[in-house]
C-alpha cells in the first residue's frame, strides 16, 4: 500500500510569511496526526482529525496555526504569520482507527515537511 | 499528565555489543507501549509494541517488556549491527474520550561503530 504522503519536504521562509503544508494519509485511514518535531526533541502533537473532525487540537497555537481535513482524507496545515520558533519538521501520520478496541493504534508516518523560518 | 522519560543519548556501541535504552513513563489507566525508529533521512516507523502489563514486543532483534510496576518499558538488543544506527523514540498511547492520543520520548540518539 502507498505510505503517507507529504509536501513539500523542504521549505524556507522568511519571519512573518505564511507557509501550508499538504498530508494524503494512507487510503481509509480514519485518523490523521500533525506532529510538529523540533530539532533534538521528540514529536509533539498538534492536532488530531478523527474522520474530517478534530478530536484533539490542545497543543496547536491557534493563533497562527490552523489546520483542516476536508472530506475526511487530505490535510493542510498552515502557518500564518511564522516565527522563528516554528523552524521544525511537521510530521503527517494516520491510523486506522483512534479508538483502542482490540489492540494497539499503530501510526504510519510520513517522511516530513522541514521548515526553516528565518 | 502523560508522559514519557528516556535516557539521553547520543549512546555510541560497538558493533556486536549489548544495547539497553531506557524508557519510563507516566500514565493514568492502562496505557499501551511502543517504541519507533528514525533511520537517517526517513520517518518515524514503529519498531515493537506491548499492550498490557508483561507484555513483550519483539522485532529484528530488539525486545522490550511491559513492567507495569515499575512504569518501565526499556529496549534491548543483544547484539547491534551498524545499520543500527538511528534515533529510538519511545511513546506511551492512552485511551481519552473514545481516541487514543499518542505522546513522544525525546528520543535516544544510537550509533553504532564497526
Known amino acids: 500500500e502507498a505510505g503517507v504522503a507529504q509536501s513539500p519536504r523542504y521549505k524556507i521562509i522568511e519571519k512573518r510569511q505564511s507557509v501550508a503544508f499538504w498530508c494524503n494519509p494512507i487510503?481509509?485511514?480514519?485518523?490523521l496526526y500533525w506532529y510538529q518535531q523540533i530539532l533534538g526533541q521528540g514529536p509533539k502533537l498538534l492536532i488530531q482529525?478523527?474522520?474530517?473532525?478534530?478530536?484533539?487540537d490542545s497543543q496547536l497555537p491557534k493563533d497562527r496555526f490552523s489546520a483542516e481535513r476536508l472530506k475526511g482524507v487530505d490535510s493542510t496545515l498552515k502557518i500564518q504569520p511564522a516565527k522563528l520558533e516554528d523552524s521544525a519538521v511537521y510530521l503527517c501520520?494516520?491510523?486506522?482507527?483512534?479508538?483502542?478496541?482490540?489492540?494497539?493504534?499503530?501510526?504510519?508516518f510520513g517522511a516530513g515537511s522541514r521548515l526553516t523560518v528565518l | 499528565g502523560n508522559s514519557v522519560t528516556q535516557m539521553e543519548g547520543p549512546v555510541t556501541l560497538s558493533e556486536e555489543a549489548f544495547l539497553t535504552i531506557n524508557c519510563t513513563y507516566t500514565?493514568?489507566?492502562?496505557?499501551?507501549l511502543f517504541w519507533y525508529v528514525q533511520y537517517p533521512g526517513e520517518g518515524l516507523q514503529l519498531l515493537l509494541k506491548?499492550?498490557?502489563?508483561?507484555d513483550k514486543g519483539s522485532n529484528k532483534g530488539f525486545e522490550a517488556t511491559y513492567r507495569k510496576e515499575t512504569t518501565s518499558f526499556h529496549l534491548e538488543k543483544g547484539s547491534v549491527q551498524v545499520s543500527d544506527s538511528a534515533v529510538y523514540f519511545c511513546?506511551?498511547?492512552?485511551?481519552?474520550?473514545?481516541?487514543?492520543?499518542?505522546?513522544f520520548g525525546t528520543g535516544t540518539k544510537l550509533q553504532v561503530i564497526p
Open positions: 487510503s481509509g485511514h480514519a485518523t
Open positions: 506491548a499492550t498490557k502489563a508483561d
Open positions: 501520520a494516520s491510523s486506522q482507527a483512534g479508538a483502542v478496541l482490540s489492540g494497539a493504534n499503530v501510526l504510519t
Open positions: 500514565a493514568t489507566g492502562y496505557p499501551s
Open positions: 482529525f478523527q474522520n474530517n473532525g478534530v478530536v484533539d
Open positions: 511513546a506511551l498511547g492512552v485511551n481519552s474520550g473514545g481516541y487514543q492520543k499518542v505522546t
